[in-house]
């Protein structure tokens, strides 16, 4: 399944190229296609899964289309709880929506509402929003929601926890009547539904399982180590598990260049991938780890996002994410599909920490290999 399955318009799917985003993520595969008929949505799943795309692709392609004939005035609503998540949507609209030149304005509490007032007087297609602040220019007469065509609820469950309900209760009657709600929670809880019946026309359900639940299939361990002799420990681990075609995390980009490098030196064949490589240079190393001329891949998680590889044995994590859900993503690269993985983990003093919350995301403790030369 590709981007181009979905029926996207070339314009999203460069941009999706520059983004290095092949593949549609489950949710955006069963979400993109109910949205661009204009139905009505009940999403079920949490930040990680690909979800904000899931909506602002088919929501920026369906506002190109009727570019001409719309009403002047906010065509898409999102409201997001926290100032984090609406900027996160922001800039995902940004990259999107490169090529197709219609304007988004995000607007927050807890800062001055000059610089958003200013932005929303030039006109506004997508209006990102919390929903206090956006309340507070309504009342100021800087914000009409009477052109609304597409409203996306997003982490309803994180709204209805932060005590948004009243706020939501209050924006709702001033969308019209006709339009699409797009309702995005990590959770089905009564009052969620309660809510979600309310604003939703006959809704489609679509769900993706959260994402520590996909850890089940990959085999994964650990191995406690001093940070100085983590790249001996990588050899070693590759030589006598005979792993020949590995993905291998680092938290930085140095980092990455660094284990690479120095695998090269023992005659092992590495590549790094990162930010700071051009895309031509991505493109290739990710062809070369592909076609098993490249052994081993070193990459940062920004830079993994798009990897796609087939029936990939291991992943080791020379250094553990400083954020747990990024563990599962990174174990979930390997054992896909049905396969089983192995995904193997090194972990200093320093990083327990981290270990600890992972272990706590995946209700699991991970087993600890001792018998190695650098324990
Ligand atoms: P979200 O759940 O929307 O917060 O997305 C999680 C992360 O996955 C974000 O960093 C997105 O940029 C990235 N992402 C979204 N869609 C894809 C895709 N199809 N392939 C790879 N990465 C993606």
């Known amino acids: 399944m590709t981007f181009s399955n979905l029926k996207l318009i070339k314009p999203l799917i460069s941009a999706l190229e520059k983004k290095g985003y092949t593949d549609p993520t489950p949710i955006q595969q069963q979400a993109i296609p109910i949205v661009l008929q204009g ?156 809510l979600a019946n309310k604003i939703l026309v006959n809704p489609e359900h679509v769900a993706v399982t959260p994402v520590s639940s996909t850890t089940t299939l990959v085999k994964q361990s650990i191995y406690y180590v001093k940070k100085e002799d983590k790249r001996m420990l990588l050899k070693f681990v590759l030589k006598q598990e005979k792993i020949n075609h590995v993905l291998v995390f680092t938290r930085t980009k140095r980092g990455a260049d660094k284990v690479a490098k120095d695998l090269n030196k023992d005659g092992i064949k590495a590549e790094a991938i990162h930010g700071d490589k051009s895309q031509g240079a991505r493109e290739r190393a990710l062809k070369g780890f592909k076609d098993r001329k490249i052994n081993v891949l070193v990459a940062t998680d920004v830079a993994s996002r798009g990897i796609d590889v087939d029936k990939l044995s291991h992943v080791i994590n020379f250094e553990l994410p400083e954020v747990a859900e990024t563990y599962v993503h990174r174990i979930g690269r390997t054992g896909r599909a049905g396969e089983s993985g192995i995904a193997m983990s090194f972990c200093t003093r320093d990083e327990m920490p981290y270990l600890k919350e992972i272990s706590k995301l995946i209700n699991k403790n991970i087993e600890v290999v001792k018998s190695h030369p650098y324990s």
Request: aromatic share 8%; glycine share 8%; charged share 20%.
């Open 39 to 194: 139905r009505d949505i009940f999403g079920c799943a949490q930040t990680g899964t690909g979800k904000t795309a899931a909506f602002a692709l088919p929501i920026l392609q369906l506002l190109d289309a009727k570019r001409a004939t719309s009403k002047k005035g906010i065509k898409a609503l999102i409201l997001a709880p926290t100032r984090e998540l609406a900027l996160q949507i922001s800039e995902n609209f940004k990259e999107y929506g490169t090529n197709l030149g219609l304007s988004h304005v995000t607007i927050f509490g807890g800062v001055s509402q000059f610089h958003q007032v200013a932005a929303l007087k030039k006109g506004v297609d997508i209006l990102i929003a919390t929903p206090g602040r956006l309340l507070d220019l309504i009342q100021q007469g800087f914000i009409k929601l009477n052109a609304v065509e597409h409203f996306v609820l997003d982490e309803a469950d994180r709204m209805l926890d932060m005590g948004f309900i009243n706020d939501i209760k209050r924006i709702i009657p001033m969308l019209p009547a006709k339009r699409q709600t797009l309702f995005f929670s990590a959770t089905a809880a009564p009052d969620i539904m309660k």
